[in-house]
């Protein structure tokens, strides 16, 4: 099968530009400046985020440079499939790995230096500063990320992107993107911490879980079917365009399910040990007062 050939995929360059540079940049940021196992967060914390940043940037590749590409443009459960690699693979994986700091340093001082000073201290990015520090507070991120989710979903939004691919690659960036900012602030990035309690962040994923899984319902018990993929004379494997979208809200309501799970499971475990250790602290006469 040609599918089986990557001669054959189809090649986004500007997704393999930028997975590129991004690659590069980590590697000389990382040769400039070798942190210790201690700044690293114990030995074998950072060989895991190396792990995960590799992946990340793996699962970018696999989600559209591959024949998946091809083939979302024919089917709703490709398409889907692409979505989910990119917000619940790729963009929690990239958190993990913290890659922010070693890519900035991977730039040459030259350009860092006066990128950093315009960033912080110029007079006309103070309007989108504020509007960064709403947007990456846990509050904003939840919001643009789910509007975003549930905007390109929107049947006028997502059949553009079936027209237009400098939209599709908007598109998908947009879903990376926000979904880094998503976990970002659920998952700490080292040697930063993310702003929410333990507690704080199980309601966060079980909300965003929530949310995911309204939009599957709405997919899944949708008597039409919603996208232009219905006008396709014929889909790969000869199934009805409705039978495709319901495949697809199954994608996202239970495979979709699984990095919130993990994250949801995680920061529960975390917050019992949390509360348990804050039990044990308290000395025999502070639990008697207490009571």
Same mark, same amino acid.
């Given at each position: %099968?040609?599918?089986?050939?990557?001669?054959?995929?189809? !090649?986004?360059?500007?997704?393999?530009?930028?997975?590129?540079?991004?690659?590069?940049?980590?590697?000389?940021?990382?040769?400039?400046?070798?942190? &210790?196992?201690?700044?690293?967060?114990?030995?074998?914390?950072?060989?895991?985020?190396? $792990?995960?940043?590799? &992946?990340?940037?793996?699962? !970018? !590749?696999?989600? @559209?440079?591959?024949?998946?590409?091809?083939?979302?443009?024919?089917?709703?459960?490709?398409? %889907?499939?692409?979505?989910?690699?990119?917000? %619940?693979?790729?963009?929690?994986?990239?958190? $993990?790995?913290? =890659?922010?700091?070693? @890519?900035?340093?991977?730039?040459?001082?030259?350009?860092?230096?006066?990128?950093?000073?315009?960033?912080?201290?110029?007079?006309?990015?103070?309007?989108?500063?504020?509007?960064?520090?709403?947007?990456?507070?846990?509050?904003?991120?939840?919001?643009?990320?789910?509007?975003?989710?549930?905007?390109? *979903?929107?049947?006028?939004? +997502?059949? /553009?992107?079936?027209?237009?691919?400098?939209? *599709?690659?908007?598109? *998908?960036? #947009?879903?990376?993107?926000?979904? !880094?900012?998503?976990?970002?602030? $659920?998952?700490?990035?080292? =040697?930063?911490?993310?702003?929410?309690?333990? #507690?704080?962040?199980?309601? +966060?994923?079980?909300?965003?879980?929530?949310?995911?899984?309204?939009?599957?319902?709405?997919?899944?018990?949708?008597?039409?079917?919603? +996208?232009? +993929?219905?006008?396709?004379?014929?889909?790969?494997?000869?199934?009805?365009? #409705?039978?495709?979208?319901? $495949?697809?809200?199954?994608? %996202?309501?239970?495979?979709?399910?699984?990095?919130?799970?993990? @994250?949801?499971?995680?920061? #529960?475990? /975390?917050?019992?040990?949390?509360?348990?250790?804050?039990?044990?602290?308290?000395?025999?006469?502070?639990?008697?007062?207490?009571?």
């Amino acid at each position: %099968m040609s599918w089986l050939n990557p001669l054959t995929w189809p !090649i986004e360059p500007w997704v393999l530009l930028g997975v590129e540079l991004t690659a590069i940049l980590y590697l000389r940021g990382g040769g400039r400046k070798i942190p &210790s196992p201690a700044r690293a967060g114990g030995s074998g914390w950072g060989r895991w985020r190396a $792990v995960a940043f590799w &992946s990340g940037l793996g699962v !970018i !590749i696999l989600a @559209v440079d591959t024949p998946l590409e091809a083939l979302a443009r024919q089917l709703f459960w490709a398409h %889907m499939t692409q979505h989910l690699l990119l917000i %619940m693979a790729a963009a929690p994986l990239l958190v $993990v790995g913290a =890659p922010w700091l070693q @890519v900035w340093r991977g730039l040459p001082l030259a350009l860092r230096r006066p990128v950093a000073r315009t960033l912080v201290k110029h007079r006309a990015l103070a309007a989108p500063r504020q509007a960064f520090r709403w947007l990456s507070a846990p509050t904003g991120a939840f919001i643009i990320s789910t509007a975003n989710l549930w905007f390109w *979903h929107w049947p006028a939004a +997502y059949d /553009l992107t079936l027209r237009n691919h400098l939209i *599709h690659h908007l598109e *998908h960036g #947009l879903f990376l993107g926000l979904g !880094i900012l998503f976990w970002a602030q $659920v998952i700490d990035q080292h =040697p930063f911490h993310a702003r929410l309690s333990q #507690l704080k962040r199980v309601a +966060y994923v079980f909300l965003g879980t929530i949310q995911a899984w309204a939009l599957a319902a709405v997919l899944a018990f949708a008597t039409t079917p919603l +996208y232009a +993929y219905a006008l396709l004379p014929a889909r790969p494997g000869g199934i009805s365009a #409705l039978t495709d979208q319901q $495949v697809g809200a199954g994608i %996202m309501w239970v495979p979709g399910s699984v990095t919130f799970s993990i @994250v949801f499971l995680t920061c #529960l475990y /975390l917050w019992f040990r949390e509360e348990d250790a804050r039990g044990r602290a308290l000395t025999p006469g502070q639990v008697g007062v207490a009571k």
